[in-house]
């Protein structure tokens, strides 16, 4: 597992009994009632030196995130998690932005073994869809400002599910789809599903970090911060990429439009907005 700074709060990981329940069938009485959310937020950071290049990095991000291509990628989601799209509604905003979402049913099969094991999900080659009882939604806010030049884009994607299917195994897929700087990440387990014997269970599948989920190379790409409840069974974690090619976060003519003061200037800029939407904290001066 990649480097990461962990905190456990006001509870600890389930004991190998408990891991060793979830991870056999449990025998339910009537329907599973478990609902299984994952919010997250991915940003893309990016320098625009002049309003030109802002409204042309604007107009790139309305293009490549739009309504439709959301509805594809979201499309893909339910794939992955073994469900199927029962309704889609899906806007283009003025001036800026895009929204989708998909109501969703889970098939009627039981998912395979590999769908609730505590695994990396798959990458596909290839917004809001609604579910029965689940959906998935993405909303997206492209934004910059005047002053420093600074550009941001970010996406807020909700998968919430009801039964056997999770979430989790489509966030290797949403991660690379969007090609994601900074991503913050909360899984929540959600009331509770009676067993044959009447005995309530709160999680039916295990898990101990988010982290677990991602591929390794996701995992060896980013910088990781987790802080999870075990006892309420809620899971959160924080990645910011490491890898910094400042050709890769300028807009227009590159590295080569700037002088060597400028390039510092602006690397600063870009490490000092990236730091602060990571730890959510204004940060005073240059970083």
Do not use: W
Not at 17 to 29: G, Q
Not at 61 to 71: C, G, K, Q
Not at 136 to 146: D, K, N, R
């Amino acid at each position: 597992m990649a480097p990461f700074f962990y905190v456990g709060l006001a509870g600890f990981p389930p004991t190998k009994e408990r891991l060793a329940e979830l991870a056999s069938t449990i025998k339910l009485h009537g329907f599973n009632n478990l609902t299984k959310s994952l919010s997250f937020n991915i940003y893309d950071i990016c320098y625009t030196k002049t309003e030109k290049e802002r409204k042309e990095y604007i107009a790139y991000i309305d293009e490549m995130y739009s309504a439709d291509r959301l509805t594809e990628i979201l499309s893909d989601v339910v794939n992955i998690i073994g469900a199927h799209v029962l309704n889609v509604a899906r806007q283009d905003y003025d001036p800026h932005g895009a929204s989708v979402t998909i109501l969703i049913a889970e098939h009627e099969v039981p998912p395979q073994d590999d769908q609730s094991r505590e695994s990396p999900g798959p990458l596909k080659d290839s917004i809001v869809a609604h579910l029965d009882k689940s959906h998935v939604t993405v909303h997206t806010y492209p934004e910059s400002h005047p002053d420093n030049g600074i550009s941001t884009f970010r996406a807020d994607i909700d998968v919430s599910t009801c039964g056997l299917i999770s979430p989790l195994k489509a966030l290797n897929y949403l991660i690379h789809a969007f090609d994601s700087d900074i991503v913050i990440m909360d899984y929540r387990v959600r009331g509770f599903t009676r067993d044959v014997d009447g005995k309530k269970h709160y999680i039916d599948h295990e898990i101990n970090s988010i982290q677990n989920f991602l591929s390794r190379d996701t995992r060896e790409a980013y910088q990781m911060i987790d802080v999870n409840v075990f006892q309420e069974n809620t899971f959160h974690t924080k990645m910011l990429l490491k890898d910094f090619d400042l050709d890769n976060y300028l807009f227009g003519e590159g590295v080569k439009g700037l002088t060597d003061e400028e390039r510092d200037d602006v690397e600063k800029r870009l490490r000092k907005e990236m730091m602060e939407i990571f730890y959510s904290r204004n940060m005073s001066g240059k970083f």
